[in-house]
Structures are given as structure tokens and as C-alpha cells.
């Protein structure tokens, strides 16, 4: 069970509020996805949230709402949600409140990256975004506050909850398979820079 309580997430979204990039990157992408960021496309993207980050967004503003499923596809996949995790999907990018963006939304399109010797290295792309997401791929386009607060965010959840740690290091290990399945190299970015691995 996750150990992060509201307050840890009302902690977590005042350190996290840097914006991804120093322009908006969203309406660069939208103009390629029917006018939507891809981002906010719920048929691209449906944000999961932890049950008490839910409960902290919904005591605050009428953002969120649970993702009712549609077709077996759909079913399948709040079936592999996690227990401490809600499929939701918040009012759309137009009647967004920023204050109560999700952790998902605030870390799109980045995966925390921790090596094999446990170490965290710093943050990756999700590349399954490769050729959707203007971000993915150009660490240039990244502002440095938010590498800063992000890197911060990441160490905190990790200090908090060991099982959010092992199932980041689960997932760096299935990025860095594909990875090498496609001969490629893993961008990670942090506060020294970006470097391949």
C-alpha cells in the first residue's frame, strides 16, 4: 500500500510547479491533434492517480473524476491498475486548473530513471511519446527549474515510499530493454546536464 498521504501530495504539487517548458508546449502539439495537447488527449492518455492524490485534488476543486470504462479494452485496463491507483479523467485542457494537476501531468512525458546498482540517475523520456510529444528527445526544450523540482519531487516519493522506488527501478529496467532491443541509448537528464546511458 502506498505511503503517501494528502499531505505528502499537497507537499509534492507545491514543490512541482515549474512549467515543463518557457513556452507553451502543449499548443505546439495540439495543432498536429485536433487542437488538443497530447498531454490532455484522454484517447492517448488516461492520467492515473494515487487513491489519496485523488482524494487530495477532489477535497479541493471539481477537476477529476473517475474513468468509467467503455469496452473490454478499456476494462483490461483498470484491471491492471494498481490497488493504490485511480484511472481518472480531469475536465479537458481548456477548463484546466493547473493547481490541481495530477503528478502524471506534472512529470508527462518523464520517467524517473534509477540504474541497475539503485542508483537514480535522473530523469528519462516515456518514448512510447517518441513522435507524439514535442519533448521527447530535445532535453534542450526543458526548463532547468523544472529539472531541479522534479528531481526533487522523485527523491522525495522515493524517501517516502520504498515500493513507488522498486516499482521505478522495475520500469527503468523495462525502458532500458526496449531500449537496447532498438539499439538505442537512454537520454537521462539532471541538474549537470543530459547524458546518454
Known sequence: MIKLNEDDFRYLYNILDANITDFDCGAICALENDGVPVCCEVNVVIPILYKNEYKYVNRHCKLWKRFKPENAHDKRLIKDCGYDDIMAICRGHKDCN?????????????????????????????????????????????????????????????????????????????????????????????????FKY
Open 98 to 194: 493547473r493547481n490541481y494537476r495530477s503528478m502524471v501531468c506534472r512529470t508527462f512525458p518523464f520517467y524517473p530513471f534509477i540504474e541497475k546498482n539503485g542508483n537514480f540517475l535522473g530523469l528519462t523520456y516515456n518514448y512510447d511519446f517518441e513522435n507524439k510529444c514535442i519533448l521527447v528527445g530535445h532535453p534542450g526544450m526543458v526548463n532547468p527549474v523544472y529539472i531541479k523540482q522534479s528531481l526533487k519531487a522523485w527523491n522525495y516519493v522515493f524517501d517516502k515510499d520504498e515500493a513507488e522506488y522498486d516499482a521505478h527501478y522495475d520500469l527503468s529496467r523495462v525502458i532500458e530493454n526496449k531500449r537496447r532491443r532498438k539499439g538505442k541509448k537512454i537520454d537521462i537528464i539532471n541538474t549537470e546536464g543530459v
